[in-house]
């Protein structure tokens, strides 16, 4: 990028909260849409970065594993006023979503009646329709070349053979590995990146902590059998591996909870239908999970407990590897390796799809042709998520009144 880039601006967290509140309450449709708002926002009507600044930040953070958009709000919020403005930013962006899925997860675990509901049920097929929207645009995308094409078929058949999060965790580091060995990318454009507000000493300890908690974990969690240091252990390394965006924490929040009996595989699935039918980013999914978890957890400290939980890894990464990016963008290997992971998250995804996802909410021949319906207003109606998740609530309503008249 060009060396004009502007240098992070001086302001405050009670700014930058009040700023991204207004976002966390507004901001539908996806990470793609909130990285419109954020340039909308920050960059056409505040100024706080220029053009080329903000490109800057979203490559990195497309380049990052974790949600995109969170950790470009948690970047723009540390530029503007240090390391409050960027918990100002997150908990400005994430908080409304984050409540409004623990009063779903309170209502379900209250309510037998809710949770069986054709409605929730409605949810449950709409959450399939957008999991296959997401392979299909990201398979165009981050596959858009037959080597890429076939690993992304080859990380798929891998989680499906050894399903949870080993699968899961081996099909990243098969596409890291092929795509560093075997994919050719052209090189990037030189250019001075947007200055850091961290320093190389501050980042590279955010780093080793974010590297010595994703370590450490799992073995406190063996070490001490409580189920909430299980719960860390596991929520913690699905933020940590997401690469893609937040569809793909789906799987690897799966393959956690489910298997041991924390959360049912319905009220999953209905969670995650409703967490497309909230503004903000879709890692507050955690928040309900964690709302539906057994004692110790469970209820609202359980779900705040969770949602600080998945997005800790984020915010160490963002931190940590601001001071530097301009290097690492430019090494061609790490590059490759990216590509290739990007790849694999396709895989890893169309593997959720053809798993767990799918297989737990189709349970019939109207189910199919409602997701069918569903894949069909999104991709090519192109209607808003939140109209076709009202949309299947209720038709689903319907099917179920109908059938039980």
Not at 131 to 142: I, K, N
Not at 206 to 224: E, H, K, N, V
């Amino acid at each position: 990028m060009s060396g004009n880039a502007a240098a992070p601006g001086q302001g405050t967290a009670l700014e930058v909260l009040r700023v991204f509140t207004r976002l966390g309450l507004t901001s539908f449709g996806g990470p793609v849409a909130h990285l419109g708002y954020f340039r909308t926002e920050f960059v056409e009507r505040r100024r706080w970065l220029d053009e080329p600044a903000y490109a800057e930040l979203v490559a990195l953070c497309q380049f990052l594993p974790g949600p995109a958009s969170s950790q470009v709000g948690m970047a723009i919020g540390l530029g503007r006023a240090g390391w409050m403005g960027a918990l100002a930013a997150w908990v400005g962006f994430t908080l409304p979503s984050a409540l409004a899925l623990i009063v779903f997860a309170l209502g379900v675990a209250q309510s037998q009646g809710l949770a069986q509901s054709g409605a929730v049920h409605g949810l449950k097929l709409a959450a399939v329709a957008v999991v296959a929207q997401a392979v299909w645009g990201m398979s165009r995308t981050l596959c858009p070349d037959l080597p890429r094409a076939l690993l992304a078929l080859a990380c798929a058949a891998l989680v499906l053979a050894v399903p949870g999060s080993a699968g899961q965790v081996g099909a990243i580091v098969l596409g890291a590995g092929v795509g560093r060995w075997l994919l050719k990318l052209p090189p990037l454009p030189g250019g001075a990146s947007w200055p850091s507000p961290v320093g190389k000493a501050a980042g590279a300890a955010c780093l080793a902590l974010f590297a010595a908690l994703l370590l450490a974990l799992p073995l406190l969690a063996a070490a001490s059998g409580s189920l909430a240091m299980q719960a860390v252990a596991v929520v913690y390394q699905a933020g940590a591996l997401v690469f893609g965006g937040g569809h793909v924490v789906l799987p690897l929040l799966q393959a956690g909870v489910v298997p041991p009996g924390w959360v049912s595989a319905d009220d999953f699935l209905a969670g995650y239908g409703a967490a497309q039918a909230v503004p903000g980013p879709l890692f507050s999914f955690a928040a309900y999970l964690g709302a539906l978890m057994p004692s110790p957890l469970g209820g609202w400290i359980g779900g705040l407990a969770m949602l600080a939980t998945i997005f800790l890894p984020a915010f160490l990464l963002v931190a940590g590897a601001l001071p530097f990016w301009d290097a690492l963008r430019q090494r061609a290997g790490a590059r490759q390796a990216m590509a290739g992971v990007n790849a694999a998250v396709v895989g890893l995804l169309g593997g959720a799809l053809l798993g767990p996802v799918g297989a737990g909410a189709i349970g019939s021949t109207p189910d199919l042709v409602l997701v069918l319906l569903a894949f069909a207003l999104l991709v090519w109606a192109r209607l808003p998520t939140l109209g076709v998740l009202a949309l299947m609530a209720g038709l689903s309503q319907g099917l179920a009144m109908l059938a039980a008249g």
